[in-house]
């Protein structure tokens, strides 16, 4: 596709369950991001990969958060033991190395936890 | 404090008003500068950006950075409904690293 790709749009989980969320980068963007921007707050960055070079993981708010990306491409974000205080609109960004200003953000996947 | 401050609104201004929204931040390092635009269940979409010091013009969109005040400025002329969104301002120290952002700016354009 054209843009970048994220599933599910929605999610309801229970409070301690583990979810994952995937994301479909624009083919050939090497750098992608994750945010999360919860009700009446800014987005908060999570981690960024690029390329084959170790994750930025400084963002992850606790150890129940982890992200990986297989093969430089598909990326997935796994919340373990899941809070109510996760429930947020969780956001993914690609972006072309070669192009400073080109985060190009999904529609995100909006995490509710009851 | 946080890195970046923003106002969030709600504005609320009549059809073909100008409007200014902004940004202040508090790491010097800062130099590359943009302004994103969200509707509502959307993702953000970069709508201007600058780098480092000074004005940048697109149609309708100004943005400005005064480094040396750490302040910076969207200002929207002769605004639309269609305008009616959140925008969230958005910076980085480096090319490429995380984007830090602020909480963002509900502006709503009444016809």
Redesign the interface.
């Known amino acids: 596709g054209a843009g970048?790709s994220q599933s599910p749009s929605n999610k309801v989980t229970e409070k301690g369950k583990d979810v994952e969320l995937r994301c479909d980068p624009i083919s050939g963007h090497t750098?992608l991001?994750w945010?999360r921007q919860s009700l009446?707050?800014?987005?908060?960055?999570l981690i960024?990969f690029?390329g084959n070079s170790a994750p930025?993981k400084s963002?992850l708010p606790s150890d129940r958060f982890s992200a990986e990306r297989t093969g430089g491409s598909v990326s997935t974000l796994t919340i373990q033991r899941t809070q109510q205080e996760d429930s947020a609109v969780y956001?993914c960004?690609s972006?072309n190395?070669g192009e400073?200003?080109?985060?190009?953000?999904?529609?995100?996947t909006?995490l509710t936890v009851v | 404090q946080k890195e970046v401050e923003q106002d969030p609104g709600p504005l609320s201004v009549p059809e073909g008003a100008i409007v200014s929204l902004n940004c202040t931040y508090s790491n010097s390092a800062f130099q590359y500068f943009m302004w994103y635009r969200q509707y509502s269940r959307k993702g953000p979409e970069l709508l201007m950006y600058t780098y480092s010091s000074g004005n940048k013009e697109d149609g309708r969109f100004t943005a400005q950075v005064d480094k040396s005040s750490k302040y910076i400025s969207l200002f929207i002329r002769d605004s639309q409904p269609s305008d009616s969104a959140t925008y969230l301002c958005a910076m980085a120290a480096q090319a490429g690293t995380a984007l830090i952002f602020g909480k963002g700016t509900t502006l709503s354009v009444s016809s």
């Open positions: 970048v750098a991001y945010y009446g707050q800014g987005l908060e960055f960024y690029q930025d963002g956001l960004a972006r190395s400073v200003y080109g985060y190009t953000f999904g529609s995100g909006r």
